[in-house]
């Protein structure tokens, strides 16, 4: 799978997309990450990618041009702005981007993007939560991290996949390991009992009441 990043940060992404998961993803090929930078399709000498809002108010908005030449060769491509006037980036919608091919992410800055790129040259907006963030990049690593542990091939036993928050509704059961006893405070002693039929009964009901108790929404 491809992931084309739009930014004007094409920087940001190295450090975290070199580590763990993703970083090993990208290393063994599952996973290739492109950042384009933005400036790439400016004209004048400042390389200027926003201007100031019609209407007048605070803060400048990115220009339609640059993301309009910018996009425009990656009709092919879904593609995704960062915003968050979108739709919240949710397990499913992360299930569903990790079957394509390509996807192309659309990291605004400053007030947000001219509002034809949406019209003219986006598929989908989408939101990583109901908070205001400096930037699309931020928004835009956790897609490419969530997408990216569930191509195929990426976590080595598909199992860890299986039993996860967010798969059938639920949230996952706490987790513990060694000591058994740190001084004194003792692991659930049905972990220790070697009783798979009791453990796998016990992880079940402690998802269910995690739920219920947390995140009831996922259960309506
Ligand atoms: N003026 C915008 C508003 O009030 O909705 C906020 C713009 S924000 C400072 C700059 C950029 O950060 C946005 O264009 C978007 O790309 C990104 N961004 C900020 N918060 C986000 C979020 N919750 N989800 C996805 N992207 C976000």
């Not at 933005?38 to 640059?66: C, K, N, S, W």
């Not at 009709?75 to 919608?93: F, H, I, N, W, Y």
């Not at 598929?123 to 195929?152: K, T």
């Not at 091939?153 to 860890?160: F, P």
Request: hydrophobic share 40%; aromatic share 8%.
């Amino acid at each position: 799978m491809k992931i084309t990043v739009i930014t004007i940060f094409p920087g940001y992404f190295s450090s975290p997309l070199s580590a763990g998961v993703v970083g090993r993803a990208i290393e063994a090929g599952y996973l290739e990450i492109e950042t384009v930078d933005l400036r790439d399709f400016t004209t004048g000498f400042h390389r200027q990618v926003d201007d100031a809002p019609y209407g007048g108010g605070a803060g400048m908005v990115m220009m339609i041009e640059p993301l309009a030449k910018a996009l425009a060769p990656l009709s092919e491509t879904v593609r995704v702005l960062m915003t968050p006037a979108g739709k919240p980036l949710d397990q499913e919608m992360l299930d569903r981007f990790a079957t394509l091919d390509h996807l192309t992410l659309v990291c605004g800055r400053y007030e947000g993007v001219d509002e034809r790129v949406v019209e003219h040259f986006i598929d989908e907006e989408v939101s990583v939560g109901d908070f205001v963030l400096p930037g699309g990049e931020a928004a835009a690593l956790a897609m490419i991290e969530g997408i990216g542990r569930l191509i195929p091939g990426v976590l080595g036993n598909d199992q860890s996949i299986a039993g996860e928050s967010f798969r059938d509704s639920l949230l996952a059961e706490p987790h513990y390991t060694r000591p058994a006893d740190y001084h004194g405070w003792k692991v659930p002693e049905v972990l220790l009992s070697g009783d798979h039929g009791r453990i796998e009964e016990w992880r079940a009901s402690q998802r269910l009441e995690r739920t219920r108790r947390r995140r009831p929404d996922l259960l309506d």
